[in-house]
C-alpha cells in the first residue's frame, strides 16, 4: 500500500482537491486497497476550516465526490506515516522541511514532478482565482501517480 500525503499552506484548496481527486481515481481503477490518501497545510492559517467554496464548486462540475473535513497542519510524525509528500509549489517545499528538519528518505515531492513537467507548481486558486486550470493540473499529477504505483 502507497501511502499519500498531499500538502498546500493552508489545506484547503490545492491539497484536499489532490485528496479526492485521487480517492476518486483509485475508486474508479478499483485499487482502494493500494493508496492511503489524506492532506494537510504547512501553516495554521486555516485549521479546522473546511475546503473553499470554489474547490467544493470545481470538484462538483467534475463529479468528483468529497466530504466535509478539517484543515490539519502536517506533524513531524506523519514522515514515518506516509511514504510520500507531495507539496504544490516550492514554498509549500521549504515550509514542510522546516517542519519536518530533514527528508532522509526522499519522501519529499511536487505533485508534477510525476509528469513531464518537473519541477512545476500548483497554482494557489486562493490568489488566481482559478480553480479550474488547479482542478487540471492536479489531475495530471495524480494521474501520473496512479500509473506509476
Partial sequence: MVKILFVCHGNICRSPMAEFIMKD???KAEREDDFYIESAAVSTEEIGNDMHRGAKK???????????????????????????IILMDDYNVTLAERILGSDPDGKLC?????????GSSIADPWYTGNFE????????????ILERY
Fill in 58 to 84: 470545481q470538484l462538483d462540475l467534475m463529479g468528483v465526490p468529497y466530504k466535509r473535513r478539517a484543515a490539519r497542519k502536517m506533524t513531524k510524525a506523519d514522515y514515518s506515516r506516509f511514504d510520500l
Fill in 110 to 118: 511536487m505533485l508534477l514532478d510525476f509528469t513531464d513537467r518537473k
Fill in 25 to 27: 481515481m483509485v475508486r
Fill in 133 to 144: 486550470e488547479t482542478y487540471h493540473d492536479i489531475v495530471e499529477g495524480c494521474q501520473a
